[in-house]
């Protein structure tokens, strides 16, 4: 059995249906009251809402999205700062040479990393040029493997530069400087690359 439609401003009893008084444009509203359930949910969710908003903004109880952030960058290079340290610890000219670039599961990982990341400016045979229309073309980056070594002829020494990028002091290659690549690889991924490109070079190492 349909309900009393009444008219009025507002349903106050369970169940009732009111008519409400104004009209616009032929247009009639109804208003019944809502479910006590209903009530207290969007009540209590108003609430959680003051509360939380204070606690997030006003309080140490919940870190912001920005804070997670930089937490989360901190605690990267912390990371990186310490494989680094334990890893400098442990390696040297000798290790790179006559461990590393010795093991074929290293070289295999280096050269990997080498093709992902150094192809664009050294080339993907080390010679830092590109062949185009029979002409080879200069990249940004120095040869690899013509034996000539600016900022250091030791395997720490490559290590170092791969590491931590260009001189500030260098004016670079033909205007060109190499990122800080210690700023995206892992200190066993330059590791591993700088064996590689030792492997390459075994005259110029002793290899």
């Known amino acids: 059995m349909n309900p009393e439609i009444k008219r009025g401003n507002y349903a106050k009893e369970k169940g009732e249906v009111v008519l409400r008084e104004h009209e616009y444009d032929g247009i009639q509203e109804f208003d019944q009251k809502l479910p006590n359930w ?38 990267l290079h912390e990371k990186k700062e310490a494989e680094l340290a334990a890893l400098m610890n442990s390696l040297d000219d000798a290790t790179m040479i006559g461990k590393l670039a010795t093991d074929p599961v290293v070289v295999a990982s280096g ?9 664009a400016c050294h080339a993907a045979d080390l010679s830092a040029t590109m062949e185009v229309a029979g002409n080879k073309i200069p990249l940004p980056g120095m040869s690899l493997n013509d034996g000539v070594w600016k900022y250091g002829s030791k395997p720490m020494d490559l290590f170092k530069l791969i590491n931590e990028g260009t001189p500030a002091d260098s004016p670079g290659h033909n205007g060109a ?31």
Not at 41 to 65: M, Q
Not at 178 to 189: I, R, T
Request: with cysteine.
């Open 111 to 119: 050269e990997a990393i080498y093709t992902t990341n150094c192809v």
């Open 38 to 75: 209903w009530l207290f949910t969007f009540y209590g969710a108003i609430v959680w809402f003051v509360v939380y908003w204070g606690l997030y903004y006003h309080t140490k109880i919940y870190r912001t999205d920005q804070e997670k952030v930089v937490a989360s960058i901190t605690a």
């Open 177 to 207: 400087k190499m990122v800080a690549w210690g700023q995206v690889l892992s200190p066993k991924q330059i590791a591993e690359v700088t064996a590689y490109i030792i492997s390459k070079n075994p005259k110029d190492f002793g290899g």
